[in-house]
């Protein structure tokens, strides 16, 4: 299985960016996805994750302001962060589950993607 993600870049506070990870080498409508992060210095977080049904849940921080979804047509899901913090700052790596659910672990990894929200 490979995950490829994209759309990391610098974004100053109170902005948006989408990120995209692609997947290849599984039944992806089968799969849990999710976005993690890590920042310099700190463990990695669940930022978001969605079932093989499109159910959704989000790390406090983001609530309200992060939207992930999935194309199973795409084989993809999205990160849309909107009104970005300096604290949003990390690396982040889309995930994926052989299950439907996120419950049981991860089981594959994408290189991460930079964002840096900056004025």
């Known amino acids: 299985v490979q995950l490829q993600a994209s759309g990391g870049g610098l974004v100053p506070p109170g902005g948006s960016l989408r990120l995209s990870c692609a997947a290849s080498?599984?039944?992806?409508?089968?799969?849990?996805m999710a976005w993690y992060r890590q920042a310099p210095g700190k463990e990695r977080e669940l930022v978001a994750s969605?079932?093989?049904?499109?159910?959704?849940d989000y790390a406090d921080s983001v609530k309200g302001r992060f939207t992930i979804s999935r194309d199973n047509a795409k084989n993809t899901v999205y990160l849309q962060m909107t009104s970005l913090k300096p604290e949003d700052t990390s690396v982040y790596y889309c995930?994926?589950?052989?299950?439907?659910?996120?419950?049981?672990?991860?089981?594959?990894w994408g290189k991460g993607t930079l964002v840096t929200v900056s004025s």
């Open positions: 969605i079932t093989a049904g499109g159910s959704t």
């Open positions: 995930s994926g589950s052989y299950s439907q659910y996120t419950y049981y672990g991860m089981d594959f």
């Open positions: 080498g599984t039944i992806f409508s089968s799969n849990a």
